[in-house]
């Protein structure tokens, strides 16, 4: 099965609403159907195992929060590795 996502927000995986105590994430349509589909509310981490074991292809992931976090771990990286 091949999931698509339109992008973030409300009408997706979720977003982040103001509360009394600061910042929470109401999570979305698309969200909620993922939960469902798997059978329970996934963890960040059981996510990123999702990731590292190639379950899921990050080359394939295409959100504007997790393109920024992989092109500021690339140039990270590339300094890195330039010694």
Known sequence: MILMLSGEGKTDM??????????????????????????????????????????IDPERIDMPSFNAFRDELNDILDFVAAG
Request: charged share 25%; glycine share 12%.
């Open 14 to 55: 979720g977003q982040m609403v103001p509360t009394e105590r600061g910042m929470r994430f109401e999570p979305g349509p698309m969200a909620w159907l993922v939960d469902r589909m798997i059978g329970h509310d996934a963890s960040a981490a059981e996510q990123a195992e999702w990731v590292r074991t190639g379950k």
